[in-house]
């Protein structure tokens, strides 16, 4: 009971932290753009992600250290090294890349409505690459997300009217970015420990930024 309580707890406070990180990062950006140095923005994508990625791998490695043992990596194939790799790059570097460029040019509301075509494209692709069945409810909430980002579209007051412009496609490509490494990292690293990905996945973050 108590270990469902605290899963439940858990999810809502991801959530929480994931709703807000946009508008950090907007507010940062602005706060950078207020206060230059040397005339440029001194928050730059790089100095966040790099300080971001590093922040969290250090702290996940204190969670998960006991997975990180000789006798576990030596589990691991190249070919498994590989999908790490891939999945890094896409999930801590070239996704993460686009929503800050995104939030630099373009509005949060923007952001938040392209973003939601992410959970709908996951069930398609896992659909037809993984053969995997969805039921009633999750069809139901695919079919909410795609009728929410209509009449968030539709209904936005004439001034602040949303637009597709390079913003809002860098936001499309991020949102498929993490469908597919959804999927990949369901198909390839099933059997590979999660304190060994998620670490790892910082770690090659923070030396790309």
């Keep these: 009971m108590l270990r469902s309580v605290s899963g439940a707890l858990n999810l809502w406070l991801a959530v929480v932290l994931f709703a807000a990180s946009n508008s950090i990062i907007k507010t940062l950006v602005n706060l950078g753009a207020q206060n230059p140095i040397d005339g440029r923005n001194p928050i730059t994508f790089c100095n966040v992600l790099c300080a971001g990625n590093l922040c969290a791998g250090i702290a996940l490695y204190i969670i998960y250290r006991k997975q990180w043992t000789l006798a576990n990596l030596r589990k691991l194939s190249v070919a498994d090294w590989v999908s790490l790799l891939v999945l890094a790059l896409l999930t801590n570097t070239f996704t993460p890349w686009l929503y800050f460029m995104a939030l630099d040019i373009t509005t949060v509301t923007n952001v938040v409505i392209v973003s939601q075509i992410e959970p709908p494209l996951v069930l398609v692709l896992g659909w037809i ?50 469908a597919f490494s959804t999927i990949l990292a369901k198909q390839r690293l099933a059997r590979i420990p999660l304190g060994i990905f998620t670490v790892f996945r910082n770690m090659v973050g923070t030396v790309v930024f």
């Design 129 to 178: 690459l993984l053969n995997e069945r969805f039921g009633f409810l999750s069809a139901l909430g695919a079919v909410l997300c795609v009728v929410g980002i209509t009449l968030s579209v539709v209904l936005q007051p004439g001034e602040g009217a949303f637009a597709i412009g390079k913003g809002e496609l860098f936001v499309a490509l991020a949102a498929v970015s993490n």
